[in-house]
């Protein structure tokens, strides 16, 4: 007999962890018809508590991934750092055409990954603004409408619309885009606005509107342009603090993720966003002072946690 020995569905998909965004994918998965699992470290099932958009509320059962067969579609929003180990620990079980739609803040190089997916592997990048949080572990809560971006990394397979179809259902409403490296730009812009500033400050993202954050926020986001612009993805500052300032408004009451981690003293995300961003502009030999400072002083405490 076969190790696997039954073919996966088109509405079988894998979600990696039991973080926000994952488990917000995973119920609104199963309440449009799909069948998701979850890959954790202690395979268990999960009694979820679903709290949608509208603020109707949901027990659904989400199971653990099964043993029985390959995994052909698995959707990895896990933090950035874990990425490539996730991608790795999930090697072994994948179908020869398996499609993976990863999901993160900030930018990562992408051949550490590619390197670990046979040819006909697929790999994808989402990117999404839908918020989520859990005030409690078997809970999840979907607290702000987004827009999410799907963007194919690898050569086009026959499982394109699954995916497509998938993601849209999961984090909808979406668009498929050719490139997502602009949009990760401009995310990254955001990020680095937001997240080191109300980590440090333990605030809401509504506080940093106040005009003591002003310098501080337009420093950051002119050097992200800056960086972007040079590697040739053309970025206003003017428009892209403006949009920073949007976001700031849309979702004053959110805590951002970075402010979470540093407050529950976990990693952060932050080598991914101000430090990607340090790290090209040291190869373009160009000055981030207020990105690296960021950077240095998150790291400063998380090592000291």
């Given at each position: ?7 996966p ?11 926000a965004?994952?488990?917000l994918a ?7 018809g799909y ?9 268990q ?10 603020r ?5 059962l989400?199971?653990?991934?099964s043993a ?6 698995v959707?990895?929003p ?30 990562i ?9 046979q ?23 979907h607290s ?5 971006y ?5 050569t ?5 619309d ?23 730009w ?17 605030c809401r993202?509504g ?8 310098p ?15 590697l ?19 979702t004053a ?16 995300e932050?080598?991914?966003i ?12 160009l ?7 960021m950077?240095?002083r ?8």
């Open positions: 007999m076969a190790l696997y020995p039954s073919a569905s088109a509405l079988s998909w894998c979600i990696v962890g039991r973080g965004i994952g488990l995973s119920a609104r998965l199963q309440l449009a069948r998701p699992e979850l890959w954790l470290k202690q395979p099932p999960l009694q979820l508590t679903f709290t949608s958009i509208d109707q509320q949901q027990q659904l989400l199971l653990p991934q029985a067969c390959r995994i052909q579609r959707f990895v896990v933090k950035a750092f874990d990425t490539a180990s996730a991608v790795a620990e999930l090697a072994p079980r994948l179908s020869n055409n398996a499609q993976l739609v990863i999901s993160h803040n900030g930018i190089p992408l051949s550490p990954l590619l390197q670990q997916l040819p006909e592997q697929g790999l994808w990048f989402l990117s999404t603004s839908q918020a989520a949080y859990k005030p409690a572990a078997d809970q999840v809560i702000g409408e987004g827009q999410s799907l963007a194919r990394l690898t086009a397979s026959e499982d394109d699954n995916v497509v179809a998938a993601m849209t259902a999961a984090l909808g409403p979406l668009t498929v885009v050719a490139d997502i490296y602009p949009l990760l401009q995310k990254l812009a955001i990020n680095a606005a937001i997240n080191p500033l109300t980590a440090l400050e333990n993202n506080q940093l509107a106040d005009p003591q954050y002003q501080q926020i337009e420093a950051l986001v002119t050097e992200v342009c800056q960086v972007a612009n040079a040739g993805y053309p970025m206003q500052p003017a428009n892209t603090l403006a949009e920073v300032y949007r976001v700031i408004g849309a009451s959110n805590f951002s993720s970075m402010q979470q981690d540093l407050a529950a003293r976990r990693q952060t932050i080598s991914a101000c430090g990607y961003v340090c790290q090209q502009a040291g190869l373009l030999q000055a981030t002072p207020a990105n690296q400072q950077l240095d998150i790291l400063a405490l998380t090592a000291a946690s």
